[in-house]
């Protein structure tokens, strides 16, 4: 387990367990900013938080793209607080361990947990979580989201997912798609083309990023999903062919790709998003307070620059439209999780 502490710089989840979750939020979100947007000239600052640190726990290594995002958000949020924002790592077990220790703290609005799009995965990996994700944590906003693009080889005589889906068939199980961590984001999209359109692309599991791009560069796997911005030097410099991203529609970060959806993959809609949560036993002020907060930080020019640099677009929900996202989520990763036969091996 990796614990380090800096100061920052720039079961399933079922329909009826997203009813507790909204229950729980009660009217936080009515009484808070709309998402993203300032509250106009006069409106009331949102009461202070408790003396003392705040905390934003991050369940993975320093130096990722959730830790990238804890700081973007803990520099902006101190000085709207005028607290001190930390950062603190606390990684294992696919993120696992930090929400453990989020879940069991002080529901006083001084701890947050910031997670990925694998948060909605882990009810279907690991069978004994060590907390109930519905009810031990309360999701706060949806900070930002973006989707992953489809790569392949040039090498491949496809420059289309209608080419790929159709030579994918032509050659079943011999085209093979390489997946940096078994049930990623990456994965479950691997797999859902898959189901989705009646092919058989292998997936072939590496230990992070750099061994999955590394081979597909090299042509060993002939197709990748990846960070869209990271792609583009690749794209552009014809040592990878963008055919597709994940989203259901296209990305103002590059327009020219198509979504996967309008080759006719009928629901394939995936992005790779960031969220803040707080423990389960928050009061609905304080919740409100803290999305309040939030809200300001992302509405800033300079949070919101910097996060489409990274091929991101900020969302900055209510509490209750990121609960209902996340349990939708959840329930969609169940769904290729076990149509797919995926496990995390514990």
Known sequence: MSHSTSTSSIPSITPAAALLWLAAL???????????????????????????????????????????????????????????VLVENRAGANGTIGAAHVAKSAGDGRTLLLVQAGYASNPSLFRNLPYDQARDLLPLTNLASGPLVLVVHPSLPVRSVKELIALARAKPGSLNVGVPGTGSLNHLAAELFNLNTGIRMTSVPYKGTGGALADVLAGNVEAYYMNLVLSQPYVKSGKLRAIGVTSANRSPIAPEIPAIAEAGVRDFDLTTWFGLLVPGTTPRDVLGRVHQDVLQVLALPDVRERLASDGLTVVGDTPEQFAAFVAAETAKAARIIKAAGISAGQ
Do not use: E, H, K, Y
Request: glycine share 12%.
């Open 26 to 84: 009660g009217t936080a979100g009515v009484a808070c900013a709309q998402p993203a947007t300032p509250p106009a000239a006069g409106t009331p600052a949102a009461q202070p938080l408790p003396a003392g640190p705040v905390r934003i726990v991050v369940p993975f290594a320093p130096g990722g793209s959730t830790d990238v995002m804890a700081r973007i958000i803990a520099q902006r949020l101190g000085d709207r607080v005028r607290q001190p």
